[in-house]
T-cell receptor, first 114, second 112 residues
């Protein structure tokens, strides 16, 4: 069975400060990992993903995440946040060889203050 | 390439009525997934379909809920005899293979 834990339900931060949103997963096999962002009243947008290869993956808007197999983590980071980054962020995992149905975390609300 | 399309975006039904939610996947995507999202909760998987086949419906309630993805046309999530507890946002996602999913804007169902 696979599971995802997003430890922080809410992360308040000031504009231009760095931020880290934590994600830990559990799976007995190899995994694919994803971060999605959801703005109010919208669907989920893929932010970045790890399928294989380099453990550090980046998005076009300055976010990055690093797959750490030993710590079973896939934390999302940004060195300097903007007001427009205020949104809900979801981490998801897919285990290889199963039904390929992703399991989502409960989400972390990033609130960027001016 | 248009994204995943869902309609209607908002749907209001009275208790006991039927709700039909439609999802058109991205062009070239043969895998469709339906999820339900309640306030303050993450996404809960409901059903995974490929053309004309239900692959995994382990997240679907046993009664009143059904889904299809016909050879022609959109995927349909059907909820019969809706109750207030069915009020939620329903999201559809599609993928070309069994990894990255792309989400639609969702249908927000309100049951009065």
């Amino acid at each position: 069975a696979q599971s995802v834990t997003q430890l922080d339900s809410q992360v308040p931060v000031f504009e231009e400060a760095p931020v880290e949103l934590r994600c830990n997963y559990s799976s007995s096999v190899s995994v694919y990992l994803f971060w999605y962002v959801q703005y109010p009243n919208q669907g989920l947008q893929l932010l970045l993903k790890y399928l294989s290869g380099s453990t550090l993956v980046e998005s076009i808007n300055g976010f990055e995440a690093e797959f750490n197999k030993s710590q079973t983590s896939f934390h999302l980071r940004k060195p300097s946040v903007h007001i427009s980054d205020t949104a809900e962020y979801f981490c998801a995992v897919i285990s290889h060889g199963g039904s390929y149905i992703p399991t989502f975390g409960r989400g972390t609300s990033l609130i960027v203050h001016p | 390439n248009a994204g995943v399309m869902q309609n209607p975006r908002h749907l209001v039904r009275r208790r006991g009525q039927e709700a039909r939610l439609r999802c058109s996947p991205m062009k070239g995507h043969s895998h469709v997934y339906w999820y339900r999202q309640l306030p303050e909760e993450g996404l809960k998987f409901m059903v995974y379909l490929q053309k004309e086949n239900i692959i995994d419906e382990s997240g679907m309630p046993k009664e009143r809920f059904s889904a299809e993805f016909p050879k022609e046309g959109p995927s349909i999530l059907r909820i019969q005899q809706v109750v207030r507890g069915d009020s939620a946002a329903y999201f559809c996602a599609s993928s070309p293979e069994q990894d990255t999913q792309y989400f639609g804007p969702g249908t927000r169902l309100t049951v009065l």
